[in-house]
């Protein structure tokens, strides 16, 4: 069953979404591009934020930096297979279908709007350990915290984007749902190790992401994805890189 937070996250997406077509009619065009640009910039210390955590340690009074090969690694893999799977167009004929599904087929912005939110609001480790506390314990308190970022964050972006970031709803509410169905199975299973490096990687991803708000798409972030796949697979082994 579903659980309260993904609920609670899915909804305050929604509302965020209302909340930026109310305001964005009301807003000039030159004031929504820079919307766009400071919520760009926004994604980006977020991700930069989140990369740093994980990277930077003070040792003996210095700040150090390391697991660059780890990035490596996990980035060109993951990468590779992406775009063998091409998941970007995967997103991109989801995105069709709900333009035309939901009546929005002149709305040239929508898919652009709709995979660049769901990007956003689907990586990071915050909605996997959210989804499995919300499973194990009934514990919504992280999503609950989600949402209200996520409302922000989507509330600029539909004012400069459009509503297609509103319909990000569907894959946050279908990703975190599974997780926290079976949070049961998966928790025994997601290490300290693990989490570090989804958090890790996932943050470098939303940096991606942030990038192609600031500088319009440069990069195939959905095709990165595979990614955490291997940033999972990497912690398993005996050794750390």
Do not use: H
Not at 35 to 54: D, M, N, P, T
Not at 120 to 133: D, H, L, N, R
């Amino acid at each position: 069953m579903i659980g309260l937070g993904t609920i609670i996250n899915a909804a305050a997406i929604i509302v965020g979404g209302l909340c930026g077509l109310l305001f964005g009619k009301r807003i000039k065009e030159t004031a929504q591009q820079t919307l766009l640009l400071s919520c760009g910039v926004c994604v980006l210390f977020l991700g930069i934020a989140g990369a740093a955590e994980k990277m930077l340690q003070v040792e003996n009074g210095a700040l150090t930096s390391g697991r660059a090969l780890f990035i490596v690694a996990c980035m060109a893999l993951g990468g590779v297979l992406g775009e063998i799977i091409d998941l970007e167009n995967g997103f991109e004929k989801f995105g069709s279908w709900l333009k035309i599904k939901t009546g929005n087929a002149k709305d040239s912005q929508f898919v652009n709007a709709f995979v660049t939110a769901s990007l956003t609001v689907c990586i990071g480790a915050m909605a996997i350990v959210g989804a499995i506390q919300d499973g194990v314990f009934g514990d919504y308190s992280v999503l609950a915290t989600k949402g209200v970022l996520d409302f922000v964050i989507i509330m600029v972006m539909t004012c400069s984007l459009g509503k297609g970031c509103m319909f990000s709803a569907i894959p946050v509410a279908i990703w975190e749902g599974l997780i926290t169905v079976f949070a049961r199975f998966l928790r025994p299973l997601l290490t300290d190790a693990i989490l570090v490096n989804i958090s890790l990687i996932g943050s470098i991803l939303i940096f991606c992401v942030g990038i192609n708000l600031v500088w319009g798409k440069k990069i195939r972030v959905a095709n990165l994805l595979p990614s955490l796949i291997f940033a999972v697979l990497f912690a398993l082994l005996p050794i750390s890189f």
